[in-house]
């Protein structure tokens, strides 16, 4: 059950940012927080924070691309041009400890520093944020990525969110027999010493997007065959055996693309779980980029049916996170109208029919970049802007919003129920 309005278990905090109650939410322009810049190339590889001192200024960076999407289904007919909602004169702060429902994160666009990103969601979704997405790789020091971007920082008291990182930790050129003969144990334990000096829960999302064909750490590049899946399970689970009684704060994502590429019995997602004692969280990324990205148009259930359904048979209590998800505009002539309609029934279809679902984190970023640029960003136009919104504002008959903006109770979810 979905209510728009209560107070029981909300804190409201009035917007500085947000203006009164009339118009539409309106995308912001050039200042700060608006499009992100481009990345730089299709499935490249996102450049890591620099090292930096704590309390230095962080820098924008780069936005990962997602990886290609094999051909989808045909495209349906464009919906009509939603009608805008009025801005909400509040931004709702989370502050229910129930760790019900679904927790809402981010990729934030790379013009945004990753210590900003919660302070920007804020003023222009009118609502806290539980999770930011962030990319390291094994060639960055973990202390100087955490404290360079002042991570540190977000568990203190008082401070404006309670949100969680999430590190997407990339091994980049790092083969799965190294990790598993040791060669990477120093290296690992000092990044789970500095993990644990957070003191306050973190999210670890390691050699994701394994059964793609677009990362060094791929199983296509590290045998491409059912060793390769074994390799694949002892590495991680020396690597968590290493981590776990250093950092226990530290919670792992377990995370394979929506789309195997190639589509091979080894590169099935399940041939390469690590098991239940080593995995707090499946999760896996999915992205709709039809129709401006040259592909069909996917409905959001579409999308996910079977990378969900593949999820729940490897563990159905397991919670299941949307680790990367996001949608295209349909064309450059509907003001985005498809594209909200697909926001709104996507909160709709993971209420009613994708209840395993626990946490989602939007990719809101776009790339003109060839070949495929993409427009996935929330702010692309007032209509997707709007359905967002209010899309993340309803609460249950408990009062807890159905999507949530708290990462604490977040690190807390132990099971999909």
């Given amino acids: 059950m979905r209510v728009f309005f209560s107070i029981l278990g909300l804190a409201f905090v009035l917007a500085a940012c947000g203006g009164g109650g009339g118009g539409s939410v309106t995308p912001p322009g050039n200042g700060g927080g608006g499009t992100p810049t481009p990345s730089s190339s299709p499935g490249g590889t996102p450049t890591p924070h620099s090292s930096s001192s704590p309390g230095s200024t962080p820098t924008p960076h780069n936005t990962p691309t997602p990886p290609p999407t094999p051909t989808p289904p045909p495209t349906p007919t464009p919906n009509g041009n939603p009608t805008p909602y009025p801005s909400p004169p509040y931004i709702i702060q989370d502050t229910n400890t129930s760790t019900a429902n679904v927790y809402v994160g981010e990729l934030c666009g790379s013009s945004v520093p990753y210590s900003q990103c919660a302070e920007q969601y804020a003023g222009l979704y009118y609502h806290s944020l539980s999770m930011e997405n962030m990319f390291s790789n094994w060639q960055t020091d973990m202390g100087n990525f955490l404290k360079g971007n002042q991570v540190y920082t977000w568990g203190v008291p008082n401070r404006s969110s309670n949100i969680v990182p999430m590190v997407t930790w990339e091994p980049q050129n790092v ?3 190294d990790v598993i003969a040791g060669t990477w144990d120093s290296y690992i334990t000092t990044s789970a010493q500095e993990l644990a000096a957070f003191h ?12 793609g064909s677009w990362d060094s750490w791929s199983l296509s590049h590290q045998g491409a065959d059912t060793q390769a899946d074994l390799n694949f399970i002892a590495a991680w689970q020396h690597m968590v055996n290493i981590i776990r009684p250093i950092a226990p704060n530290v919670r792992f994502v377990w995370c394979y693309a929506n ?33 401006l990205g040259g592909f069909p148009w996917i409905p959001f259930s579409s999308l996910i ?30 003001n985005g109208a498809r594209k909200a309609a697909w926001i709104t029934d996507m909160f709709n279809q993971i209420e009613t029919n994708f209840t395993n679902v626990r946490a989602l984190n939007y990719f809101d970023a776009s790339s003109s970049a060839p070949p495929h640029p993409y427009t996935y960003a929330l702010t692309s136009s007032p209509a997707v802007a709007n359905a967002w919104v209010y899309g993340i504002r309803p609460i249950d008959k408990n009062g807890v919003l159905l999507f949530r903006g708290n990462g604490e109770p977040e690190a807390q979810v132990t099971t999909a129920h």
């Avoid at 969900?308 to 002539?333: R, V």
């Fill in 305 to 334: 049916a079977d990378s969900y359904k593949k999820a729940t048979a490897i563990n159905a209590n397991k919670p299941i996170m949307l680790a990367e998800i996001a949608t295209n505009e349909w064309s450059n002539t509907d």
């Fill in 175 to 177: 083969n799965y027999t």
């Fill in 200 to 211: 306050y829960p973190i999210f670890l999302r390691p050699f994701h997007e394994f059964n």
């Fill in 259 to 291: 789309d195997s590429v190639p589509k091979q019995p080894w590169n099935e997602p399940a041939a390469a779980y690590p098991g239940d004692a080593y995995v707090d969280w499946i999760a896996f990324d999915a992205f709709n980029r039809g129709s």
